[in-house]
């Protein structure tokens, strides 16, 4: 490796700096360079600015104006890629909306979103009508890649294929401020009903500007693309690349099975999935040392990152850096990182990795119990503010004023801090430490208990693979009475794990009853479902 | 032996009926990665088959899994 690091994300002379100035930027310089792999198809940088041109030309000419929030509906194809740059292109915000989530959440979404104009894929053409029902908005409906679409009620212009071939490039490109959002996201609240998070240009520009640094992103560098683009680490995958000249490559489902496989033979130089991809290599005995010698990153986000993962992957990956990295949507895709190291095994807590620091510019405050400043060493809430903080939930008041606060007692009287709902802690290193989620920590019997100790505890028994307790039964008030915990792992032997957790926990935390699963349920970001458990213990046993 | 539709239904948490040759891996939201890594660990334990990376990127249907488990060994 030669050539000098990027020290920024790239702006362009042109078009300013925004999410989509890397792509028009190198569009211009290295128009033939590879940016985006899907399948065997390769899209050079000259190919993505010229499709997202046409496809953003073809949505501001039949809108007659910029258009503000565009959808896509697509699944790890190229229609999804280049759509949600296209919608950029066009001025817009992009709405990921995923095919594989059920049509009622992707129809609550796209209400929600109010979009003016939806790319879909060829894939989801059956879909189309079921989400899109009587609904009036969106008008503009573009189908890049077919020919005819199905019979769509309302006054909609429905731009096909055939159309965009004759569809003049837009020359330039509608303006885009810091201000304005790049991307709308909607993330599983608590109440089961989805919430938008809209992220500016701003917001994401003071993540790329970090990362890019940070990991000294190159032309050469090779990224993966893991992430659903309804998750916010799908940014990284794509955006990161691209503002510095860098290629995707995506990875498919079936890829997912044998990442290392994949990793190997297109050379990637930077790795960024959830620990559960790993997790999964490691339950089959396919995480083996020296597997991957090309990569010079290795990034986990999303979950906690178990310790035995990072050493083994580090192993399989032995030229690379590995980090753990931290961050809610709402302070945009990343906001703390932790690098590990031979000596991290003894700062890891409870078996996970910490999640480090916060990025350069951000302002990080642990909450106590008391809503003041816990003492160094105490848990709390996180609360993080700075440029990442993004503006609130989309046309929701109520939860933004809740979640979104100013504390002029903390820091200055203008710094507006996101409560992340995560219990942390500040070591003496001055590393922080995942606990688990604030609504985790519980009162049994009226004993405060942290889950993720009881997890912890239950997880050193033979043959545990996943541990999750919930509090059971709870009071109308929500006091406690106990907890259950579900175990996924083969020929595991509850009496052996009840005395294991005997021999750690007091009363009040070892479990009443101990339920064997096949797995755990997952919610749509692929994170364990802790309603979805309590759901099944308030079945009637018949139901069960 | 359990016959191995019985062990697909199992492991991937869906009715018995729903197993036909046809079905494949990423079709239906419950076999995911999660879902073949649990399903080819099955395999392995009910019928003593050793299972690799390739054969684990191959088995990706119901009437390839058939096959593998089937043939005469």
Redesign the interface.
């Known amino acids: 490796m030669t050539s000098a690091p990027v020290p920024a994300a790239a702006i362009d002379r042109e078009d300013g700096r925004s999410l989509r100035s890397g792509v028009v930027h190198h569009a211009r310089i290295a128009p033939d360079a590879p940016a985006l792999h899907v399948g065997d198809r390769m899209l050079s940088y000259g190919d993505l600015d010229a499709r997202a041109r046409t496809w953003a030309a073809a949505i501001v000419d039949a809108l007659g104006r910029p258009a503000e929030r565009v959808g896509v509906l697509g699944h790890r194809t190229e229609v999804a890629y280049v759509g949600a740059l296209a919608a950029l292109y066009a001025g817009a915000a992009f709405v990921p909306l995923n095919p594989?989530f059920p049509v009622e959440r992707t129809r609550h979404m796209l209400a929600a979103a109010d979009l003016d104009a939806v790319i879909v894929d060829d894939a989801c053409l059956a879909q189309l009508a079921e989400i899109l029902g009587e609904a009036p908005r969106p008008a503009v409906i573009v189908l890049p890649a077919s020919d005819a679409g199905p019979a769509l009620a309302g006054a909609r212009r429905v731009i096909t294929r055939g159309e965009l071939a004759h569809q003049a490039a837009l020359a330039a490109l509608p303006p885009l401020a810091a201000d304005d959002i790049a991307y709308l996201l909607f993330t599983s609240g608590s109440t089961g009903t989805p919430k938008g998070v809209p992220v500016s240009h701003g917001n994401a520009m003071a993540f790329l500007d970090v990362v890019a640094e940070r990991y000294a992103i190159r032309p050469a560098d090779r990224f993966s693309q893991t992430f659903d683009q309804t998750f916010d680490l799908s940014v990284f995958d794509l955006f990161l690349p691209w503002s510095a000249g860098a290629s995707v490559y995506a990875l498919r489902?079936?890829d997912?099975?044998?990442p290392a496989?994949f990793v190997a033979r297109h050379e990637l130089t930077v790795w960024f999935s959830v620990p559960?991809?790993p997790a999964?290599m490691r339950?089959?005995g396919?995480l083996r040392p020296d597997l991957m010698p090309s990569l010079r990153w290795s990034l986990f986000c999303g979950e906690p990152l178990p310790r035995e993962t990072a050493e083994q992957w580090q192993a399989a990956a032995p030229s690379s850096v590995v980090e753990n990295l931290y961050g809610p949507t709402e302070l945009t895709i990343a906001c703390f990182a932790y690098r590990w190291s031979a000596a991290s095994g003894a700062a890891c807590h409870n078996g996970v990795v910490p999640i480090g620091r916060p990025f350069p510019g951000l302002t990080a405050a642990v909450i106590g119990d008391d809503d003041a400043l816990a003492s160094p060493g105490e848990p709390g809430e996180l609360w993080v503010s700075g440029p990442q903080t993004v503006p609130g939930y989309w046309r929701n008041p109520a939860t933004t004023s809740a979640r979104f606060v100013i504390r002029p007692d903390l820091a200055h009287a203008t710094k507006r801090f996101y409560r992340t709902g995560d219990r942390v802690q500040r070591t003496a290193s001055g590393d922080y430490v995942y606990l688990g989620r604030v609504d985790n920590q519980v009162k049994v019997l009226g004993f405060r208990v942290e889950l993720g100790d009881v997890e912890a505890a239950l997880r050193k028994a033979p043959g545990v693979v996943e541990a999750v307790a919930v509090a059971w039964p709870v009071e109308p008030g929500g006091a406690a009475q106990g907890l259950v915990a579900f175990l996924t792992g083969?020929g595991v032997d509850p009496e052996v794990v009840l005395t294991i957790a005997r021999a750690q926990l007091p009363d009040y935390m070892v479990p009443r009853e101990l339920r064997i699963v096949?797995?755990l349920p997952?919610n749509s970001n692929g994170k364990i479902d802790r309603r979805a458990l309590l759901d099944s213990l308030a079945q009637p046993p018949a139901a069960r | 032996m359990k016959p191995v539709d019985h062990v697909i239904a199992e492991q991937l948490r869906i009715a018995p009926e729903r197993v036909r040759d046809e079905l494949a891996f990423s079709e239906i939201p419950e076999w995911d990665s999660l879902g073949h890594v649990n399903l080819m660990v099955a395999l392995e334990a009910e019928y003593g088959v050793s299972i690799d990376e390739d054969a684990m990127l191959e088995l990706t249907s119901v009437r390839a899994i058939r096959a593998f488990v089937e043939r005469p060994r």
């Open positions: 594989t489902p079936i997912l099975l044998a496989r559960s991809v999964l339950k089959k396919f083969a096949g797995e997952l």
